[in-house]
């Protein structure tokens, strides 16, 4: 059965019934824990979750959109309706509109927050993910130097950049990333500094593991295995009970088998993977779910 399920569900568990209840900017407490860890072997097994319907497409094509196209243009992803990212779009006069807790004198203020970030950021997300991937060239650097020193232990992305973070509607949560090639298989290190974990940790696995497969393939490389470190890793007060749901589903109904991953044998430069709404080149089989479970965003 799925090994990503059970470890995904442990987590939730943890959560709930060792998480302190806590504030945060968005206005909705979480239940959080400092810390946790994952493992993951892609030869084993490709981690998509069984107890709930993942929408694979709109992840892998959120990592497109990232570290292929390198963009931080909202628009690039609504042409392809994927959605994940409106909330925190900058409106055409070049301002962000919320409602948040703000910290003032030690306590938390709940506010309407408008951030001015100039037109030029228009219908973007500021100076966050692809911005940064693109600034400083970071996935060519990468392929790049897996290629022609492979041994080297300095392959590190960092979307964390101290002058861009005032300037970024939301800073990268998944903000870096560590690479070593160890007898033939590519393995990768993913550190999150925040964790969404009904709504954000489902996708960011699963793209994450379709971005090491194409790098891999790209490189002539064998995909390995992933760590992933998290700090604060928390639910939303509001999402306790779908993620009671799934828990439900689980120990009721069982998961299902792992689903497959095809990837077009036949790209070998990470540039030529389609990226359009049909991902041609980039397929999820035998994917079996108990159907989706709405989750809210906390903005």
């Known amino acids: 059965m799925a090994k990503w399920d059970q470890d995904y569900l442990k ?30 072997d892609l030869q084993k097994e490709f981690p998509c979750l069984t107890t709930k319907q993942l929408y694979f497409r709109q992840a892998i094509l959120e990592m497109l959109w990232i570290y292929q196209a390198k963009s931080n243009d909202v628009r690039w ?113 993913v550190h999150q500094r925040s964790c969404d974990v009904p709504l954000g940790l489902p996708f960011n696995v699963t793209q994450y593991s379709v971005l090491l497969m194409l790098i891999a393939q790209v490189c002539n490389l064998k995909p390995g295995k992933i760590d992933y470190s998290i700090k604060d890793a928390h639910i939303y007060v509001n999402q306790i009970e779908g993620i009671k749901e799934q828990i439900k589903r689980y120990k009721e109904l069982g998961d299902f088998p792992a689903p497959k991953i095809w990837i077009n044998p036949d790209i070998k430069d990470f540039y030529q993977f389609d990226n359009s709404q049909e991902l041609k080149d980039i397929k999820i089989n035998d994917y079996k779910h108990h159907g989706p479970i709405k989750f809210e965003i906390a903005k």
């Open 11 to 40: 987590l939730c568990e943890t959560i709930l019934k060792e998480g302190k209840e806590v504030e945060n900017r968005t206005g909705i407490n979480s239940i959080k824990i400092p810390s946790y860890h994952l493992k993951f």
């Open 77 to 189: 992803l609504q042409e392809r309706n994927v959605h994940i990212w409106d909330e925190w779009e900058i409106k055409e006069d070049g301002k962000w509109y919320a409602t948040q807790n703000v910290c003032e004198n030690g306590q938390m203020v709940k506010k309407e927050v408008v951030k001015d970030f100039g037109q030029e950021y228009a219908h973007t997300i500021g100076t966050a993910y692809g911005y940064i991937v693109n600034k400083f060239n970071l996935t060519d650097k990468l392929i790049k130097t897996l290629k022609e020193n492979p041994t080297d232990r300095r392959l590190v992305i960092s979307l964390w950049q101290d002058d861009y973070l005032d300037t970024a509607v939301l800073p990268s949560c998944v903000w870096s990333t560590e690479w070593d090639v160890t007898d033939g298989y590519l393995n990768m290190w």
